[in-house]
C-alpha cells in the first residue's frame, strides 16, 4: 500500500510540473490547422498535353522567343508514385518532385538544331512549376546555353533566358501526335 501511495505521488508531481510547464508564457505549441493552409491542387497521373496560355517576365538573352509558343502545347508526365513531373519532349524542360504545389524541375544536357551540318551546344533548364488550380500551373524557366559547336552559325557566347508560362491541360490534344 505505501508503494502504491508513493508511485501516485510521484504521478501527481509530474502531472503538476507538465501542467505548469504548459501554461508558461514563453511556450507556443505549433498545432496544423487544415482551414488556414494551402489548398493542394492535383495533378492528374499519366500523360497529357498542356497548353501554354500565356507568357510573362521574358528576358530573351539566347533569341528563344518563348512567347512563340503560346497557343502551343507540351507533354507532362505525372507519376502520381514517385511524385514527379516530366515537361516538354523527353523532360526539355525539366524533372522534377512536386510537393505542396511546386517543384523544381531541372534539365541538363546536349542539344542540337535540325541544321546541317548540326549545331550542338550545352543546355541547362531550372523550371519552377507552381500549381495555380487542378493540372493548371506556371512554370518560370531559367536557360542557359553555352558551349556551342564551330557548326552554329554564329558559333556564339553563353547566353541566359528566362519566362514564366502559364499552363493547363488539354484533355483533347493526344501526346502520341505531338501535343498537336
Known amino acids: 500500500m505505501k508503494t502504491q501511495k508513493l508511485s501516485l505521488g510521484l504521478v501527481a508531481i509530474a ?27 492535383p495533378l492528374s497521373t499519366g500523360t ?27 507533354p507532362g508526365t505525372y507519376d502520381q508514385t514517385a511524385q514527379t513531373f516530366t515537361l516538354g519532349n523527353q523532360g526539355s524542360l525539366g524533372v522534377g518532385t512536386l510537393s505542396n504545389n511546386t517543384g523544381t524541375l531541372l534539365r541538363d544536357g546536349t542539344t542540337s538544331d535540325s541544321s546541317a551540318p548540326s549545331c550542338t551546344w550545352h543546355q541547362t533548364d531550372t523550371t519552377t512549376l507552381t500549381m495555380t488550380d487542378q493540372n493548371m500551373f506556371t512554370v518560370s524557366v531559367v536557360e542557359t546555353e553555352d558551349t556551342f559547336a564551330a557548326a552554329c552559325v554564329p558559333a556564339g557566347t553563353p547566353c541566359t533566358s528566362s519566362w514564366t508560362w502559364t499552363m493547363s491541360i488539354d484533355a483533347a490534344k493526344s501526346p502520341a501526335s505531338g501535343c498537336k
Open 15 to 41: 502531472l503538476a510540473s507538465f501542467a505548469a510547464a504548459r501554461c508558461g508564457s514563453n511556450t507556443t505549441e505549433s498545432v496544423p490547422d487544415a482551414s488556414t493552409g494551402p489548398t493542394l491542387y
Open 48 to 74: 497529357y498535353c498542356y497548353d501554354v496560355t500565356g507568357v510573362s517576365g521574358v528576358v530573351d538573352g539566347c533569341g528563344i522567343t518563348p512567347g512563340d509558343a503560346v497557343g502551343s502545347a507540351y
